[in-house]
């Protein structure tokens, strides 16, 4: 007997997620190049913010602007950030050593096939025309149980 998967609002979106990151890049070499983009926008953005809040916090300390726009922000929540997103770069800088080793693996234009063909059976298009249809004559069907009932 297989286990029920968590039906949560989170989960829900994480397997949606999921399974449009199969259907829309289903080659070896698109997940390759997906996640190492994903990995390198993160720690873009991260480091950016980083360094933004380094400068901020300087400034403050070094003229005092009380006028500041983001005066909403305490010393304490920038200090702490700042350091949050230290470790999260540290952490991504190991990712990206992993995925490098990962991007030294290329596959045969036939096994990149086999990646199509399974990506599209663990996530088949949910706007595909027959799964529409199907999924029409489903719910057209006047004295259907209750939905539960089927599980
Ligand atoms: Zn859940």
């Known amino acids: 007997m297989t286990e029920e998967p968590c039906q949560c609002s989170d989960c829900k979106r994480f397997y949606k997620e999921h399974d449009r990151l199969i259907r829309e890049f289903p080659t070896f070499k698109q997940q390759q190049e997906l996640n190492w983009a994903s990995i390198q926008s993160f720690r873009t953005l991260s480091s950016k913010v980083a360094d933004e809040l380094q400068k901020q916090l300087s400034e403050r300390h070094s003229n005092e602007n009380l006028n500041s726009t983001d005066k909403h922000i305490t010393d304490i929540e920038i200090t702490e950030a700042i350091e949050e997103l230290e470790n999260v770069n540290a952490y991504l800088h190991s ?11 290329k596959l045969s234009q036939s096994i990149e096939f086999k990646f199509k063909e399974i990506a599209q059976e663990l996530a088949p298009d949910p706007f595909n025309v027959d799964r529409i249809i199907l999924n029409r004559l489903f719910h057209q069907t006047p004295d259907l149980p209750d939905k539960n009932s089927f599980n």
């Open 95 to 105: 990712i990206e050593a992993l995925m490098e080793r990962i991007f030294d693996s």
